[in-house]
């Protein structure tokens, strides 16, 4: 009796551990519609862009939500926003406005968002200036 009440406790506890849900990362979803930027687009220069971020939480709770932009192909983004999502809050909305360089080339804004855990989702909009 004592080896089958065993038995049973441990399909139990190793039917628990190994039914553990996986983390889910953030989202990050780009705001379309009037007036919005979501895709990688072609604008003259000096242009005003306007693109907007919504960022829910997965698994861990929101951390930090960030635009970086580099420039002419380059490998190292500049940071450009950086906001600390206060804690306890599930759900983070921005619109960012900002305007191209007065000059011809390419434009490689990154939008990203971290949980605690430090998952990191990001979105990209590559803009061409001519």
């Known amino acids: 009796m004592k080896r089958a009440l065993f038995a ?4 139990v ?3 628990s551990v190994s039914c553990k849900k996986e983390a889910k990362d953030p989202t990050l979803t780009l705001k379309t519609g009037a007036g919005y930027t979501s895709t990688d687009v072609n604008v003259s220069p000096g242009s005003t862009i306007k693109v907007g971020v919504i ?9 930090i ?9 380059a490998n190292v983004d500049s ?10 809050q599930n759900r983070y ?3 960012y406005i900002f305007t ?7 434009e490689r804004w990154t939008f990203n968002v ?5 998952r990191l989702v990001e979105k990209e909009i590559r803009i061409v200036v001519q």
């Open 93 to 95: 909305e921005a619109d």
């Open 8 to 11: 049973v406790i441990l399909v």
């Open 79 to 88: 940071l450009v926003v950086r906001y600390e999502i206060p804690e306890g």
């Open 13 to 15: 506890v190793t039917f």
């Open 55 to 63: 960022c829910d939480a997965g698994t861990d709770p929101l951390h």
């Open 65 to 73: 939500s960030y635009s970086e932009v580099a420039y002419d192909g």
């Open 100 to 106: 191209v360089r007065n000059r011809v080339g390419t």
């Open 114 to 118: 971290n949980d605690k855990d430090g």
